[in-house]
């Protein structure tokens, strides 16, 4: 159905884009948008490595992919957090829509980054 991994992790980082979003609005109720962005997005690491090693790349390598997935998300949070911080606090905006910004603007990085953890090269 999805060929390719490109579009497989399209397909599986909107759906935890999807669930990590719903996650953030319902935290947001019970404490402030940088609480709730930081478990949500914890969430969203375990769910992310559990479809990229089964779903988008069938492989992993090991202990890179391990400890590398949470290097990279946690280079995505630190440059999302800015963004949303940027997108909130300087410009004003509406803190619900904020992290749907800052996930179009990570995705590219984060794919390349995740590929090279999750599959072997020759």
Known sequence: MLRGPFLRFLFAGGLNTLLTYVLY?????????????????????VLAYVMNRLFVFGQHRGATSVIGLPAVYGLQYLTGMFLLWLWVAVAGL???????V???ATVPLTFVLTRYLFTERS
């Open 25 to 45: 609005l319902v935290l947001m109720q019970f404490m402030p948008y940088w609480a709730a962005y930081s478990i949500s997005f914890a969430a969203g690491i």
């Open 94 to 100: 509406d803190a619900r829509l904020g992290p749907l």
């Open 102 to 104: 800052v996930v179009a």
